[in-house]
Each structure stands twice: as structure tokens, then as C-alpha cells.
């Protein structure tokens, strides 16, 4: 019944679950309306006995929390969440009661502008070095990937972003191999950038949670611990992880210390369509199975989780309008299980997208209090190869919703002279603090790799 209440998505049709016809789907969503909540709880859609996914979910289930709400059916339940006395106050207090089933059972009835104003309605605060998830504000993980993890030209595009006043959330480097001296070498790039300047914010070289492990136990600097999850025990199993891995990599990022006042240390990704691309789906459809993944991301209280909407590809989310949808979807049932939730607004290069698609899906979620968006080089990530959102980009969400950065981050780039009193992008001269090192090399205009920002000479002032 959840597959077939689905919203059209190609995933679905090619694991065989979708509805069959639009009249097929109406159906669906009727009868799953009057389902009661409650069954979710009783009928799990994976077996208890056959997945550990299923196992935590059940297992650390709230009967109180999820007590004002268990008499209703999958209709109720949206009408209280769009209701004017539903607030963000309620909406926390019952995070721990609702499971991912309901919450993608319910998204199902919903239209787009409704999965707005509910997931506008959720508020999840984060902390680390900066303040995530406040009202008004919209931070940016800035993304600055590199085809070969070259130091200097990861450092570049750090430059270009905190110019644009990008970086908040995380500066977060997907490496292009999971070799530990490469992303040991970022990570202490990252870290000397970060301290030097005194930058409010966090570092994340992106590698698999193994590497992580083997680095943190040589006293690498980790700020976070980052991970791909997926909603089901073999969709992890082939991310090659489990949940005690998962624990074990927070402990042992807790133990290194970086941030003592913050237990916050985790940071996920996820996407419809891994479980059914890993083929352990067990016939459930790919959003219901994406929400099944924050319940892994809510166990160890992440600062940070985002889907990476349109990056699977278009044979799991065809076209513009079937990514919109999904990243809605995705932003509304992450916050209403309480998760920090931000979106990678993107697509493939073969998808049936452009970046007018993006612009719509990207409004949409600052209007729905998104957490966080990427901020990429030109929208066009050099080393993944997929288009995401730009540094402009996210001056265009602010500019238009009158969305701010974190507040520490927000007078930091007054105090390095990046935004003026108006919160408007100054123009930068060569003495600001942040250029202080980067002079050209040979006459070619390249930074050279030691000069920015690692120069042994500070220079300059904001």
C-alpha cells in the first residue's frame, strides 16, 4: 500500500512496486488514510527478525511521546500536523514517538506546499562551533572538491566560498580516494585554515567511516565523523558499515576532544534509491526505505544529515519534477523525526533536469526552513560530476527570504570584512586578512600551494 501511495518515481516502477496507474495510486492514498498509526508499530514492513534497521526503530520506539498522537490514522495525523495549534513545540515533543513508516506514510497524502508548512513548522537546533538550525537562518556546507585532493586547490575554492560568505554548516571535502595520508593531509589543511583565521565552523573530509577511525586513533584532527547510511541492514552492509561501527566512530571522535561542549560529532548523507541500487529494498519503495535511514542518523544524534537528492541518478528519480518532489519529501519527514535536516539540491548530468528545476527546489526548501544547502564552485562539482547548488546560489535564497548565516559565522564575516552591517557581500582588495598569502606564482596568476592559507606570513587585516 505504501508503494503504491507513492508519488510517480522511476525507482519504483523499476523494482516492480509502483502503482500501476493513477487511478491505482488514488486507491492506495485512500486506504492509507484511514490506516491508524499504531499499526506501523504492530506490522513493520521488514521483518524484526531480518534486519537491525527495523530492530532500532521498534526497540527505542517512545510510547509517551508518540502517546498524543497514537489514536490517529495516517489522514488525522496530517491534518494535526498542518493544524494552526501544532506547533514547533509539539512537533519536538513527539519526534521520539513517530517511527520513519509514519512519516513517510503521511508525506504520501501530502501536497508539496503541505510538506513545506509542516517541515517549516520543525525546528531542530545543532551545535558544534556555530549555531544550526535557528529560525531565519540558512547555513552552507561549502564543498570544495578536488579531481586529485590537491591541498592547493582544495584551499582555492575554500577561498572562493568564505568570500561568498559560504562555510557555515561545514567546510566538507569529498575526497577523490579513501587513501588516509590524502585525507589526513586535508583534514590538517582544514584545521590549520580553521584555527588560523578563527572561523566559527567545522572541518569534514568526507572518506569512509573505517578511514575515520584508523585516523582519529593517530590523533588526525576530526571535527566530524561522516558516513552514507541507507534504511535497511543490507543497503549498510553495502556501505560496508553497521551500527556498532557507526557507534564505535563516535566514541572515538568524542574522545578526541575537539569540541567539549558538544556530543554532536556525527554527520550523514543519504538518498532515495540505495537500498533498491544494493538490492536489499525487500520490496518497500525507495522513499519509505530513505526515511527507514534517518532513523539510523537519529540514534546517534548527528550535527549534521543531508539528502543528496538527485545524485543517484535517473533511473531511481527521472526528471526535474520527480527531484523537487523528492527533496521536499526528504526535508519533511528528516525534521519531523527530528533530524538536523539539510538537501545537496542537485542532479546528473543524464537526468531529464536543469538548473531552473534546482531554483525551484531550492526556494522551496528555504521556504521550508531547510537547515542547510552546498555551496560548489559554479554549481558544477568538478570531482563527482553532478550539478549542485552554487555559492551564488545560496546569496540568492538569503537575499529574497532574508535568511541569514549562523549568528557566530554571521559576525565573523563582518569582522573579516567578507559582509558589511547590511549583510551585503563587500568587495574584497587584496588586503583583506583572508588574500594576506595568496600571490601569484611564476607571473601565472596560481596561488602558489604553500601561499594560501598556510602562509607562514599573516599579513594584511580585514
Known sequence: MLARASPPRSGDALAGVAARSAEERVAARAALADVPLSRFLEEPVIPYEEDEVTRLILDTHDAAAFRPVSDLTVGAFREWLLAYQTGPEALAAAA???????????????RNQDLVLAARKCRVVTRFRGTIGLAGRLAVRLQPNHPTDDPAGVAAAVLDGLLYGCGDAVIGVNPATDSPAAVEALLRMLDELIRRHGIPTQSCVLCHVTTTLELASRGAPVDLVFQSVGGTEGANRAFGISLAVLEEA??????????????????????????????????????????????????FSPLLVNSVVGFIGPEYLYDGKQIVRAGLEDHFCGKLLGLPMGVDVCHTNHAEADQDDMDVLLTLLGAAGCSYVMGVPGADDVMLGYQSTSFHDVQYLRQVLGLRPTPEFEAWLERAGVLDGDLRLREIDRRNRLLSGANPAGGT??????????????????
Open 250 to 299: 563516535r566514541q572515538a571522535a568524542l574522545a578526541l576532544r575537539r569540541n567539549p561542549t558538544s556530543d554532536q560529532v556525527m554527520y550523514f548523507e543519504t538518498g532515495q534509491g540505495s537500498a533498491l541500487s544494493a538490492e536489499a529494498a525487500h520490496g518497500v519503495d525507495q522513499q519509505t526505505c530513505e526515511a527507514r535511514a534517518y532513523a539510523v542518523c537519529r540514534r
Open 96 to 110: 521520539p514517538g513517530i517511527t520513519p513508516e509514519m512519516a513517510a506514510a503521511v508525506s504520501k497524502l501530502m
Open 445 to 462: 596568476g596560481e596561488a602558489r600551494p604553500s601561499s594560501f592559507p598556510l602562509a607562514s606570513d599573516p599579513g594584511g587585516s580585514a
